[in-house]
């Protein structure tokens, strides 16, 4: 992926989504609608260089250009970018950054206290928070006529390492407590898993080693089983891309399952699965709602997802299979 330098001499497009990789995948059909209506546009993201090789993978990105939360002004100057996209929030921190390109077309929510009741583009749609996000973003950029569907959420095929074919993926971690399912019960849905015959590895990132391990020692696995903090971000794709299930809280694995139509179970917590769910297809959603206390930074399991039983879990692999 080239990241952003001087102009290659084409109009610029930029959308900003200064986020994680789960952010980043919903907002993908958003980029592909937006792609098919600016296609002699250079298609620029603004998201944390990290996320790259996931950039890659992206059909129709030109340029990355590297981008760490909202602290920053983008390093741009006024009138550069063409049309500018803000797929980050409906805040003012997001909606200043993006209205600082001084852009030739904006796309963006409406915000109080910036614009007009009604805005002085009349095409800025009002914030909802009673849409999915993947709908959410493709109704701001339909709101400015581009065509584009929620559903569409494939990626390229990524890279994979050797031996990554049919792999029953547990994905043990999250980026907070609140998604942290119990390493007891991991361990048990993988040690009934592999008896039916499933290649189980365990995945999560560098931090989340230790916990990966402990999993597949509790359910009888050997550390060579555990490629946490073994692969990189693109070849972790590339795992979800090939397997034959993935188990996983709702994190960036669950939407990678989802980009690659790969069948699996998705354990939600605080964050609802309404807003945050994978789209139709071989996905299975386990909650209980009633139960949520919905802090999505929270340092304890949320009650909604402990709710989430073994026998829960295992059941959803036999209509998945």
Same mark, same amino acid.
């Given at each position: 992926?080239? #990241? ?15 986020? !994680? ?14 792609? =098919? &209506? ?65 852009? /030739? ?70 980026? #907070? ?6 390493? !007891? ?5 993988? =040690? ?14 560098? /931090?989340?080693?230790? /916990? ?12 060579? &089983? ?16 090939? &397997? =034959?299930? +993935? ?12 980009? #690659? ?31 949520? =206390? ?5 340092? !304890? ?8 039983? +073994? ?11």
């Amino acid at each position: 992926m080239r #990241y952003l330098g001087s102009s290659d001499g084409r109009p610029e497009l930029l959308a900003l989504r200064a986020l !994680k990789l789960g952010d980043l995948l919903v907002a993908v059909p958003a980029l592909q609608g937006l792609r =098919r &209506a600016f296609p002699h546009h250079r298609l620029v993201v603004a998201v944390p260089g990290w996320l790259e090789p996931i950039v890659e993978l992206v059909d129709g990105v030109d340029a990355l250009l590297p981008t760490v939360g909202l602290d920053d002004p983008l390093p741009l100057p006024p009138g550069r970018v063409d049309v500018a996209v803000n797929l980050h929030g409906s805040g003012r921190e997001s909606r200043l950054l993006v209205d600082a390109l001084a852009a /030739r077309v904006t796309m963006a929510h409406r915000v109080p206290g910036i614009d007009g009741d009604p805005p002085a583009d009349p095409r800025m749609p009002p914030w909802r928070d009673d849409v999915s996000e993947r709908e959410r973003w493709v109704r701001l950029v339909r709101a400015f006529g581009v065509a584009a569907d929620a559903d569409e959420v494939r990626l390229r095929s990524a890279p994979a390492p050797p031996g990554a074919e049919g792999l029953t993926v547990v994905h043990v971690g999250a980026a #907070y407590g609140s998604r942290l399912w119990p390493v !007891k019960r991991f361990a048990e849905v993988a =040690r009934h898993l592999a008896a039916r015959g499933h290649g189980v590895v365990f995945t999560g990132d560098e /931090r989340e080693r230790e /916990r990966a391990l402990a999993v597949a020692g509790a359910s009888g696995h050997s550390d060579a &089983a555990v490629l946490a903090g073994r692969l990189s971000l693109g070849r972790f794709a590339g795992v979800i891309e090939r &397997a =034959r299930l +993935v188990v996983s809280a709702d994190t960036g694995a669950a939407h990678l399952a989802s980009a #690659y139509a790969t069948p699996s179970v998705v354990l939600f917590g605080p964050a609802p699965p309404e807003r945050w769910g994978p789209p139709p297809g071989p996905h299975a959603v386990l909650t209980a709602a009633e139960l949520r =206390r919905g802090d999505p930074f929270g340092e !304890k399991p949320d009650p909604a997802l402990l709710a989430v039983t +073994v026998e829960d879990v295992l059941r959803a692999v036999d209509v998945l299979e």
